[in-house]
């Protein structure tokens, strides 16, 4: 175990739990921000209750203009029950070809800035990118070698990207394979 922790807590580091004592965080903030909601979860996930995810899009709602908050999920069609904010980018998260079809729910949701974290980039034929504002690509990390092709399909997707006039990100695991 990991010092100052038991156990019992290490068991249940990965368990998902709500903290609405953070909830009043983002009016502490003097500076505009941007606030990675949920890095470490998918808020959108079927086990989350609806009213969590409202206490959150409230808060976004209320910080409009000053924050810009991201949303991440692997559950898009569970985000086509919410509205978000101005301030909002939600994403969705593909890796493989066979989840490109969740691009298409992207033109379905309420939100003004869409974006798609390729990560970790898994296989690769061109996406629909029509609903797209910003691309985050990355390789597979930690345990595991990366596809035989990743690099491959990291330049393919850039030059996608690029033709459509999307803005990208690329992380530290892709970067190499970038001309």
């Known amino acids: 175990a990991k010092r100052g922790m038991s156990k019992c807590a290490l ?3 990965f368990e998902p739990h709500f903290h609405p004592e953070r909830l009043d965080e983002p009016f502490r903030l003097k500076k505009p921000a941007r606030i990675f909601v949920c890095d470490m979860a998918d808020l959108f996930g079927d086990w989350v209750p609806s009213d969590q995810i409202h206490a959150i899009l409230d808060v976004t709602e209320r910080m409009d203009f000053l924050h810009t908050f991201f949303f991440l999920t692997k559950q898009s069609q569970n985000m086509l029950k919410y509205s978000f904010a101005y301030n909002a980018w939600v994403g969705i998260s593909v890796t493989t070809e066979s989840t ?3 691009l298409e ?3 379905d949701i309420h939100a003004r800035r869409r974006f798609v974290s390729f990560e970790p980039l898994l296989g ?3 996406p629909d990118l029509r609903y797209v504002d910003w ?3 990355g390789a597979l990390t ?3 070698k990366p596809p ?3 690099g491959q399909w990291v330049r393919d997707l850039t030059r996608d990207c690029l033709e459509a006039g ?3 990100f690329h992380k530290d695991s892709v970067r190499r394979y970038i001309p």
């Open 11 to 13: 068991c249940n580091a």
């Open 100 to 102: 490109f079809a969740d």
């Open 105 to 107: 729910v992207l033109g």
């Open 124 to 126: 690769y034929t061109k």
């Open 135 to 137: 691309v985050i690509i």
């Open 142 to 144: 930690g345990c595991g």
């Open 148 to 150: 035989l092709n990743t």
């Open 166 to 168: 999307i803005s990208l």
